[in-house]
T-cell receptor
């Protein structure tokens, strides 16, 4: 199963774009990249997912490199409410059709005024 | 539509006691999951279920039991509570197919002393 590597913490100024990197160099061809976030003490919240192409929704954009070894989650205009732990997850091939996710340590994003 | 609900929100147990953490979802999701989160760490999968009557172990199943008699409910049983089970427990659910986006409950904070 592919592992992910994220920086433990990042800061971002309010109103600026937050770019959160994730390395998944051992990802296999049919493994999806998911991003979740966890605001303090709450349950995690799904943000976005992708396989090969870049994806965008109302919350964020996901940029996946052509070789799929890394990705970047972009919050275009960060607000104080975006302060959270962000998890980059590669859905393991071994999960089959069970939907299992393996959470790592994540990146703590601090948005500052 | 309440989503995923968990009870209780908080609980203190003495070593050796038993308890059941309740989880209910009203989204007609086939898949349900139990995670635990220790302080400063990511989530670890305890057990999961792909449908009523079907359960399987996750990463850290020891000391826990589950059952799934209905689509809506997925209780987690702790037998002989130990201090190592002090954690926040999250229940989640997802659809059977597609992106497997997981919806999380608010969590149960458990302390074993």
């Amino acid at each position: 199963d592919a592992k992910t590597t994220q920086p433990p913490s990042m800061d971002c100024a309010e109103g600026r774009a937050a770019n959160l990197p994730c390395n998944h160099s051992t990802i296999s061809g049919n493994e999806y990249v998911y991003w979740y976030r966890q605001i303090h003490s709450q349950g995690p919240q799904y943000i976005i997912h992708g396989l090969k192409n870049n994806e965008t929704n109302e919350m964020a954009s996901l940029i996946i490199t052509e070789d799929r070894k890394s990705s970047t989650l972009i919050l275009p205009h960060a607000t104080l409410r975006d302060t959270a732990v962000y998890y980059c997850i590669v859905r393991p091939e071994s999960s089959g059709n069970t939907g299992k996710l393996i959470f790592g340590q994540g990146t703590t994003l601090q948005v500052k005024p | 539509n309440a989503g995923v609900t968990q009870t209780p929100k908080f609980r203190i147990l003495k070593i050796g006691q038993s308890m059941t953490l309740q989880c209910t979802q009203d989204m007609n999701h086939n898949y349900m999951y139990w995670y635990r989160q220790d302080p400063g760490m990511g989530l670890k999968l305890i057990y999961y279920s792909v449908g009523a009557g079907i359960t399987d172990k996750g990463e850290v199943p020891n000391g826990y039991n589950v059952s799934r008699s209905t689509t809506e409910d997925f209780p987690l049983r702790l037998e002989l509570a130990a201090p190592s089970q002090t954690s926040v427990y999250f229940c989640a659910s997802s659809k059977r197919t597609g992106i497997y986006e997981q919806y999380f409950g608010p969590g149960t904070r458990l302390t074993v002393t």
